[in-house]
């Protein structure tokens, strides 16, 4: 895999930086992406990947990435991690602004990201070999739960656009493929959702016996990625067993009945 490369989004922490740490593991080139450059130089140090800070919601930032790639080599995979939440509220009480801001992370920054990136994944497919667009999405992109209404409708547009993208590109050598997690316990997404509440971060994962964590995740996109070129995992839903859907989470002890 080493003349293999791909660029991963929302690289600085969580999903997003297990998965560089697993594909370098694995011998893959890696251009890591996200804003906060202290965070992206300390993973470059780690683990001897690429990074770019650029924020995907910028399209000079996008445009920026683009033309960092193409001075560099062919890419051969596009994991499209970069995302988030914000808040909990309900549909009446929530802010706008907030999902305004989920909208544009999630659906359009991917979607920017991805128009600018097609080119280099094209050019980058050999005789017999294929290229691969991976969005992380979420479970929340295909069940509602309440408080979840401005994150369920950003990840219910970026199922969709997955969708839509596979079709469209049928026919040609690029694997679309979607990884929906449920809970996973990162030290950042919860955090952000409730506005650097440390406390309501943590009551998400209380008790909850063994909640997924981002190496999990890592190991599904490395997987998918690794397959024959001819094989498309189109959607992989990942949840912990003590999660049956978003709104029903175990508690306590998991034992049989």
Known sequence: MGD???VVTGASSGIGAATVRLLREHGWQVTG??????????????T???????????????DALRAHLEATGPIHALVNNAG????????????????????????????????????????GVEPGG????LMITSIAGHVAYEGGGGYNAAKFAEHAMTAVLRLELAGEPIRVIEVAPGMVKTEEFSL????????????????????????????????????????NLDLVTIKPVAQAAPHKVIRGELRPR
Do not use: C
């Open 130 to 133: 294929s290229a691969s667009i």
């Open 84 to 123: 988030g939440a914000f808040g909990l509220a309900s549909v009446e009480a929530s802010d706008a602004d907030d999902w305004i801001r989920m909208y544009d992370v999630n659906v359009v920054g991917t979607k920017r990201v991805t128009s600018a990136l097609l080119p280099l994944l094209r050019a």
């Open 33 to 46: 992406v996200a804003r906060r450059a202290d965070r992206l130089e300390a993973l470059a140090a780690e």
């Open 48 to 62: 001897g990947a690429d990074v770019f800070v650029a924020d995907v919601t910028q399209q000079s930032d996008v």
């Open 4 to 6: 293999r490369r791909a």
């Open 192 to 231: 952000v959702r409730f506005g650097g509440d440390q406390a309501k971060a943590d009551a998400v994962y209380e008790n909850v016996p063994d909640p997924l964590y981002a190496e999990d995740i890592a190991e599904a996109i490395v997987h998918a990625l690794e397959l024959p070129p001819f094989v």
